[in-house]
């Protein structure tokens, strides 16, 4: 390395993209300077005790079967536990489950045929479920894209199904009650949803981005540094100047138009109320109350990792798209819980409310993952770029790492031809 710079690469941002990024360049020999402005890592991952509660800044799981969490390797010593596959669908007094479609897609859809959709819709509705898990992911990334509920309609399912079964189901992950997100996007939601059950880890979401920064050397995390300026091999910010020969700017898309100017993304925000509940049984999977569709989902998180709640309660996360949680809005999460898991609504006590203001960049068709390289020095990694997932963020990083290296190397090479030695 030129001794005239602090490292080969300057990473900015320590979200899942910027330590997926340090993580390839490490592992490739360069040395890397991973800058953030928090005073911890993982970005919108954050996790924090409340009164023997661990509670996520949102509500996320992390889905085992994303490739890019599986290439990193993080996942092999990682306390991951899984929730139950099925989806618990409760309207009044009935219900029914879809299960798990690994089992096969007909055999899946014994618990939808209890419901009131057409069995006309529930064959079509098994056909998409199993054409999205057989299909491989580059082949559906290259469809003629539209928005998730076209793309629905287009594969013969009623609207009156759609707004019944799809919209709850996936309202929750897109933060989208219109279901305008790309349709090819959200068959590869399918596709990861059958491979694999999501889960958590008993530290809470948080601990996933710590397990990458555990790959790198301490000396190449700077906390508490927020970056002013940047430009072709330089960055200044709040703790001083430095160097690299290569820059990738890994900040969220609204703090990465404010330090290259460009159009920052759509966001979409979330509200996740967290409740005490008296200790449940068999309750690890996820609920949907269609009877009010507040809530996109009740799920105990404690079922699986019984250490992120006291011994004797469940915590209970349950998240809302938007970021306005008024009373009236809190009193019918906590009646919408009470009717999931079957207890008196005094019962239901609340720990805490967590907004996101941006929780999830938006994704309209089409789906068309982006690589930006400034001027041929500075980089962008995020999830904006890639998929408003984990999945999107890791891959984003790693792609851009893998450009960087490419470009280090030519510059390297030419610069060995040009030395007149």
């Given amino acids: 390395m030129n001794k005239s710079f602090d490292a080969d690469v300057i990473v900015i941002g320590a979200g899942l993209a910027g330590l997926r ?21 993982g ?33 092999k010593e990682f306390d991951l536990r899984t929730y139950d596959p099925g989806i618990e669908f409760r309207e009044n007094d009935s219900r029914f489950t879809l299960s798990d479609p690994r089992a096969g897609a007909l055999a899946s ?45 287009a594969a013969g399912i009623s609207e009156n199904t759609i707004r019944t079964f799809f919209q709850p189901f996936l309202r929750g992950t897109f933060l989208d009650d219109e279901l305008a997100t790309s349709w090819n996007y959200a068959r590869l939601i ?42 072709e091999n330089k960055v200044s910010s709040t703790n001083g100047d430095f160097s690299a020969r290569a820059i990738v700017l890994a900040t969220d898309g ?49 079922s699986r990792a019984p250490e992120r709640s006291p011994k004797d309660c ?22 919408s819980v009470a009717h999931l898991y079957e207890i008196n609504v005094e ?19 089409p789906f068309a993952p982006k690589f930006v390289n400034k001027n041929g020095t500075v980089f962008c990694a995020g999830d ?12 984003s990083g790693a792609k851009s790492a893998h450009a960087v290296r490419a470009a280090l190397h030519s510059s390297h090479r030419s610069a060995m031809f040009d030395d007149p030695a």
């Fill in 384 to 395: 904006y770029l890639e998929s408003p997932s984990i999945q999107g963020a890791l891959h």
């Fill in 314 to 335: 469940s915590l209970i996360a349950t998240p809302m798209i938007g970021n306005q949680p008024t009373l009236e809005l809190e009193q019918r999460a906590r009646a």
């Fill in 43 to 75: 970005g919108r991952l954050r996790s924090f005790a409340v009164d023997g509660y661990i509670i996520d800044q949102g509500f996320q799981l992390i889905n085992p079967s994303y490739p890019e969490l599986i290439q990193s390797g993080v996942l």
């Fill in 190 to 231: 399918l596709k990861s949803f059958a491979k694999a059950s999501p889960g958590t880890h008993p530290e809470g979401i948080q601990a996933l981005p710590q397990a990458f920064a555990r790959d790198l050397p301490l000396s190449s995390v700077l906390l508490n540094t927020k970056v002013t300026r940047i430009s």
């Fill in 109 to 153: 859809l014994q618990g939808i045929r209890k419901s009131s959709l057409p069995f006309r819709d529930i064959l079509r509705i098994g056909k998409v479920l199993a054409g999205s898990y057989l299909s491989p992911a580059r082949q559906l990334m290259q469809r003629e894209d539209t928005d998730t509920f076209h793309g629905l309609r």
């Fill in 254 to 302: 609204s703090s990465a138009a404010q330090l290259l100017p460009s159009t920052p993304p759509q966001w979409r925000s979330q509200t996740t109320w967290w409740w005490s509940a008296p200790k449940q049984t068999d309750s690890s999977a996820l609920r949907i109350d269609l009877s009010d569709r507040l809530l996109c989902s009740a799920l105990d998180i404690s």
């Fill in 347 to 365: 019962q239901v006590q609340l720990i805490t409310t967590t907004i996101v203001e941006k929780a999830l960049p938006a994704l309209a068709p």
């Fill in 21 to 41: 990024c340090a993580q390839v360049l490490t592992a490739n020999n360069l040395s890397v300077l991973l800058i953030e402005s928090n005073d911890y890592v």
